[in-house]
């Protein structure tokens, strides 16, 4: 079977977009992979016995009748899909991703070309266009100044690629200008998940406070239902669905007031057991993992502020419990954002905010619609509850100088106070030693073929 025979299953979104479920073009396709791993769970025949069976009778009733009718929801823990969902906006990507389980990839800012890059406007009217063309005519203007002022604090060295320095250089660049980039910016994403995950998410997706995350989740579930009828065509139930559909538009957002500084809101640690745990956590090298057993110590909450733009990449971390915030305009700009820019630059970034905040307010909108027209380098509240293994884990990765600078900032903050805390009882942690110092080898960071 060639590449070009492969049948993908594919539905197109009102934006533009689509969903599609790729076709691996294997012979034993997920439900006949779930079916399989089923079978030898109830009997010691061994596989061969229950390819047989395969072969004779198909997957497909055993997954409607076991799977779906008898609700044996850990069958669909067996079987694998890969979703390509395309031309959805930073909100939805986020949506879908808000998932302890999401195994994926999305597409970087760094690498995406703007200056033709669909944004989603719900609303559809002029006047919200204009504000999300403003955003995109200032980031593509700024390009250019931007990186010629980087390169004048940061010259390259001797023994440095140019190639290398330049996509550094860039990578610079693009982290600052994408504050000034609103949140309805499409983007691509691919989702690889169990049928059960997917089934699980979905069921939450439907109900979700934007039209658009309802919308794609309708499509994925057509496709769905189109590669795979046997396997998603779960029974709906009233109270279940009233249920979700209440606290997703009620309670789904955090908001709350502005931190004044990165806090420990809540310390769990049971002392005494993390004292038993104390060789293992001083004796830990660097580039491993805690074992997970010292969460059962307990959890540690924190609270700080930090822009849409860095929770994009906080959010990866799912080990740790996270809401996700409500984007907008409350807590103003991160600062980060106007000291990168060079004077001229940074004059026309302030005139711009202002301008777009009064626009959006004015174009009274409901604050989940409005978030679409709301630049990524606004700051929001942000809680993160984890035990210590994951928050070990998040703070040493984004506490480095290849990571965005208002989240490294937060990440150094949580590691001081994890410190101050845990030390005493062997808690040490492999931070780099010189976090803000530009380097090139982020020029090296990227996905390219040989």
Known sequence: MSIESLKHTVKKLDSGGMVMILDTGAVIGPESQAMIQALHSRSTGGVKKHLEI????????????????????????????TLFIEGISMLAAKAIQDWA????????????????QMFINPAGTDETNEVL???????????????????????????EKQAVYDKAIAARGFDILRGFL??????????????????????LLRHHPL??????AAKIQEALLDSYPSSFSHEIFETTENYNHQWMNEDYYFTHEAYPETTLLHNGIDAELLKEYKEVLESRPMKTELPKFVAQAGTVQFGFMLDFGSFRDIQRHRAVTQRMPLLTTEHGMEQFYFDSLPEDVRKKAQELVASQEEKIKQLNLTPEVAQYYTAM????????????PALVYLVELRATRFVHP?????????????LKEFSQYGLKLHLDDDPGRFDVRRGEHDIVMK
């Open 54 to 81: 395969l072969a004779k009778k198909g997957a497909e009733n055993f997954m409607a009748s076991f799977y779906v009718g008898y609700g044996h929801k850990s069958i669909g823990d067996c079987g694998t899909i």
């Open 101 to 116: 389980l999401y195994s994926g990839q999305e597409a970087s800012t760094r690498y995406v070309d703007f200056s033709q």
């Open 133 to 159: 063309e403003n955003w995109r005519k200032f980031y593509l203007a700024s390009r250019g100044p931007v990186e010629a002022h980087l390169k004048e604090q940061f010259p390259i060295q001797d023994g």
């Open 182 to 203: 609103p949140a309805g910016a499409s983007t691509n994403i691919a989702w690889h998940s169990n049928m059960r995950q997917v089934a699980d998410k979905l069921a």
């Open 211 to 216: 039209e658009e995350v309802r919308h794609i």
């Open 377 to 388: 380098g606004y700051n929001l509240p942000n809680r993160v509850t984890g035990d210590l």
């Open 406 to 418: 208002t989240l490294r900032r937060r990440a150094i903050e949580m590691a001081e106070i994890l």
